[in-house]
């Protein structure tokens, strides 16, 4: 575990679990148990929702019992709903300590500490030797583009599938050449060092063993989305600094405010990547 790369989320709004357990706060002192969907308001840190998910299934062809390994975990919202919905049994990998530990207090209240397995860990020290298992399925949402070793990243994703395993894949990339400011917002609001174009992406992808990729633009579908987001908190935000603090909102509105001003320019796009390992 490479503890240093950390500092990559360092000031990213969307990741101070503070506001995520203030909005929590009053189903987590309920004493009925907790289901996926009474969290997916607040434990999907990706677009669309369970409907993403839906779609993944889809794509990745998995069915009950389907071993699954989510990369970039987050707070275990798609994991939970993967294992409740379809019955997958989710390897939930991520690196950030609070989120690791808050995903394991929530899989727990909901029941589903049987099929959903947290891990702590930097998605590049699994595969190869080191790491014994190997799974059906891989999903990443929203995640990779917090990794700029990308070859090596997409190599791990290969050894971490058997053979004809198949993958998919939720991220972001650069519609045009970005300006000082816009790489500068990314790094900082987004913790996004690093974004490819489609170009470059691809090449990325070459010579990881992953075959069949299919690349689907998904900027059209994802762009009302973030743009509603943003809004949304916006028009709510009187109440949302009451709940958090003004300091915390306004880092959560600047932060909405500018994916989707990269989004709105032209600046970033969304993509669907599905494939499997050859």
Not at 25 to 32: E, G, K, S, T, V
Not at 104 to 122: F, H, I, K, M, Y
Not at 266 to 276: D, I, W, Y
Request: net charge negative; proline share 5%; with cysteine.
């Amino acid at each position: 575990m490479t503890e240093h790369r950390d500092s990559r989320f360092d000031g990213m709004a969307l990741y101070d679990l503070q506001h995520i357990r203030d909005a929590l706060a009053p189903l987590l002192d309920r004493p009925a148990p907790l289901t996926p969907a009474d969290l997916e308001p607040y434990d999907q840190l990706h677009y669309l929702g369970h409907r993403a998910l839906d779609h993944a299934v889809t794509r990745l062809g998995a069915g009950p019992g389907a071993e699954v390994v989510d990369i970039g975990a987050g707070l275990g919202g798609p994991a939970r709903y993967l294992a409740e919905r379809y019955a997958c049994r989710v390897t939930a990998v991520e690196l950030q300590p609070e989120l690791h530990r808050l995903s394991e207090e929530l899989t727990s209240l909901c029941g589903l500490s049987e099929r959903v397995r947290a891990v702590r860990a930097d998605a590049l020290t699994l595969g190869g030797t080191g790491w014994s298992e190997s799974y059906d399925h891989l999903i990443s949402l929203l995640a990779i583009l917090h990794i700029p070793h990308r070859a090596e990243l997409f190599g791990v994703c290969r050894d971490l599938l058997r053979p004809e395993g198949t993958f998919y894949v939720e991220d972001l990339y650069a519609r045009r050449p970005l300006t000082a400011g816009e790489r500068a917002d990314l790094a900082d609001l987004v913790a996004c060092p690093y974004l490819p174009d489609e170009t470059r992406y691809r090449e990325d992808l070459a010579g990881s063993g992953l075959t069949d990729v299919a690349w689907t633009d998904a900027t059209a579908l994802w762009l009302p989305w973030v743009r509603d987001r943003a809004a949304a908190f916006r028009h709510d935000f009187e109440n949302r600094a009451r709940l958090h603090g003004k300091p915390l909102a306004d880092r959560l509105l600047r932060f909405y405010d500018t994916v989707s001003a990269l989004f709105t320019t032209g600046a970033v796009g969304g993509v669907r990547l599905t494939g499997r390992r050859g």
